[in-house]
Nanobody, 120 residues
Framework: QVQLVESGGGLVQPGGSLRLSCAAS????????ASWHRQAPGNQRELVAA???????NYADSVNGRFTISGDNAKNTVYLQMDSLKPEDTAVYYC??????????????WGQGTQVTVSS
């Protein structure tokens, strides 16, 4: 069984920063790729940032230059550093991980989501 536990969400003022964490636990051989997505009320879930095991990253235009995705392979943890936050960044943020289990099987797992609210 593999689980993702997200943390780091909360209320922040416009212009502030937050760092989200996504920790994977269980029988994991390696993380192949990871991404962060978000969903605001009434909107579809959208990709925010993604990273591969090789370190390649890509970002949504709306967050490029303000958000940074990174990972710690030793801890099986993925981070999303969010700077210069705007009210339109308010959403539930979800982590997604593509991983290989020790059994050799590949899995795609979603976190439970963490609320980010940007408001004065």
């Amino acid at each position: 069984q593999v689980q993702l536990v997200e943390s780091g969400g909360g209320l922040v003022q416009p212009g502030g920063s937050l760092r989200l964490s996504c920790a994977a636990s269980g029988s994991i051989l390696r993380i192949n790729a990871a991404s962060w997505h978000r969903q605001a009320p009434g909107n579809q879930r959208e990709l925010v940032a993604a990273v591969t095991s090789g370190g390649s990253t890509n970002y949504a235009d709306s967050v490029n230059g303000r958000f940074t995705i990174s990972g710690d392979n030793a801890k099986n943890t993925v981070y999303l550093q969010m700077d210069s936050l705007k009210p339109e960044d308010t959403a539930v943020y979800y982590c997604n991980v593509d991983l290989t289990r020790r059994s050799g099987f590949r899995s795609n797992v979603w976190g439970q989501g963490t609320q980010v609210t940007v408001s004065s």
